[in-house]
């Protein structure tokens, strides 16, 4: 409490059913002109991608899109990236998507006016003092309630090779603002809600436990807990429009809570995209019980108010723990990692990256390879 502590919140966010009818005008406000669009391939073709665009030539504008990139993003994809920001003389980017397609277009971001190696920016290495150029305008526009990158300063990228994901972060990288529409989630089905659901919980829960000091971090994450415990299930099985927006605004408060930290779940999640292309919110869903078993006997204070948060009237926090494990089973999340092909015999590797891993670095207690490979392996 006697400490100097800097606390830094996110952009402009618009949000509310409509709002993604403003981009136009914003960007002819702005003098805009040619934006590149980075979208996953998946969504690049569906109406409410393709109505976006439409609305956007309809105004005049020059749209470009990119969207030839992975479901877990490489240093490839945002060199190709940047080569057709720089064909098309797009003056802007727009992130449409999910995290994948938000962390990609802000990889561009850096990389347009950054020419050198893409991973000399790792700031996990101290990378980001090198970000000292310009950064093309950054507009992000999500359509899932996930990783709620859409609020966030930081890319996650993988190594093309080695799969080891490196962070791409500066306060510049920022998204100029937000169009935040829960209209555009209504569509999302029910396999891919759940998945990035439990990645939205997931951040908020591991925020609340860093052993990092950030009070205001703290607040958003209980409260992102308890927006997600009225809304998730509900998305996934009779979605309505306030649940869908009960769920956006969680997931961007998860990420916002984040900035304190994350922890062990996140660790082991990580390689399970990297070594075997799981989807990252899948990987938490899978691993978040198995994580906070490891972290209950060093953080029961934290557990007793996160049970609260979720209407537990026990404050015992394996009740918590049993919670998670029925919501994943209420919305088809796998109960263990055998059901997603990892056997014993990835349990070494994969401990490996795990400590290699950054996120640990915030959990509560101090997390090695042999307490990784324990995890993995109660989790097959």
Sequence with gaps: MHSITQFNFPTT??????????????????QLNSPLLVVDKNLSSLPVFTQF??????????????????????????????????????????GFGGGTAIDVARAIVLRVNHRDDLFKYDDLKGGSIYVTNAVPHFIAIPTVAGTGSEVGRSAIIADDLTKEKKILFAPKL????????PSLTMDIPAHITAATG??????NIEAYLAKNYHPICDGIAIQGIKMIH???????????????????????MGAIAFQKGLGVVHSLAHPL?????????????????YG???????????????????????????????????????????????????????????????????AHINNPIPVNRKNFKEIYLKAI
């Design 273 to 289: 995209s990297s070594l075997l292309d799981t989807h990252h919110g899948l990987a938490n869903g899978i691993m978040l019980p």
């Design 230 to 252: 009225q809304s998730l299930l509900l998305c996934c099985t009779k979605p309505t429009i306030e649940s869908r927006s009960t769920m956006l605004l969680a997931s961007m």
């Design 13 to 30: 966010v618009r949000f509310g059913i409509g709002v993604i009818n403003e981009v136009a005008d914003y960007l002819k406000n702005e």
């Design 53 to 94: 665009k439409s609305n956007l030539l309809k105004k005049g504008l020059k749209a470009v899109i990119f969207d030839d990139i992975h479901k877990n993003p490489i240093k490839s994809d945002v060199l190709k990236g940047t080569d057709v920001f720089d064909q098309s003389s797009s003056d802007c980017v727009i």
């Design 174 to 181: 920022m998204a100029k603002i937000v169009f935040a529409d």
């Design 292 to 358: 906070l078993s490891f972290n209950l006997p060093y953080c029961t204070p934290q557990f007793k108010d996160i049970a609260q948060a979720l209407d537990i009237k026990s404050s015992n926090g394996e009740e918590v723990i049993q919670y998670i494990k029925k919501l994943n089973e209420q919305i088809g999340i796998p109960a263990n990692l055998q059901s997603i092909g990892v056997t014993q015999e990835h349990t070494e590797i994969l401990a490996q990256m795990a400590e290699n891993d950054f």
């Design 198 to 203: 439990m990645d939205a919980l997931t951040h």
